[in-house]
């Protein structure tokens, strides 16, 4: 493939990657208001557009009904978690971030797959989602992953960590929560 192309695919997959975030992140909100508050659901409409529409100059039109035809949430499929989809995609990135964190590295490649099998695949519902998650990168899932994978935030390599100030954060041993007591039930979870 010729690099102009390359390099026109690759760029094509950031276009309108903020827009989409931002209108994910709209309905997520919306969902959890409409299943949370008492506010009348038109209010509750005008009030998280404004929020993350209006930065754009999208205003939203009054005979506008969008959340009617939002049937993710009403169809019973994800009733108030249609966040799930952008915090799964999350955690991806988060993990896919641990392989190429040292380039295309094959030996890298192999030893991160190995923790991930002896935690995330492993462990599976032997412990809570976010222990299994901190088994593996050693610390909490960071939105920054995110924005990484969708092109909007560059990382230099090496430099993860879970708040700007504090120092990077090394991922934990692979068996410290004791995945052979897991798999034959008398472990001490």
Known sequence: MPDQNLGDLLRSRKHLAAYDLS???YLSDLDIEFYSTSEFWLDVTKRLW???????GLL???VDSHPCGFLDIFSGNYAAAYYST???KMLAADI????VAEGHDKEHWKIEGARFRSSHLSLG???????VFRQFRGRDPSPDALLWAL???NFSEGNETSEENEQPLKPLAPNS???QNVRSGSGTA
């Open 23 to 25: 209108h994910q992140l």
């Open 50 to 56: 404004s929020l993350y529409k209006s930065s754009a």
């Open 60 to 62: 939203l039109d009054k």
């Open 86 to 88: 952008l915090w799964s």
């Open 96 to 99: 896919y971030r641990a392989f």
């Open 125 to 131: 519902g032997g412990y809570h989602p976010s222990e």
């Open 151 to 153: 092109g909007l935030k």
């Open 177 to 179: 929560l004791g995945q």
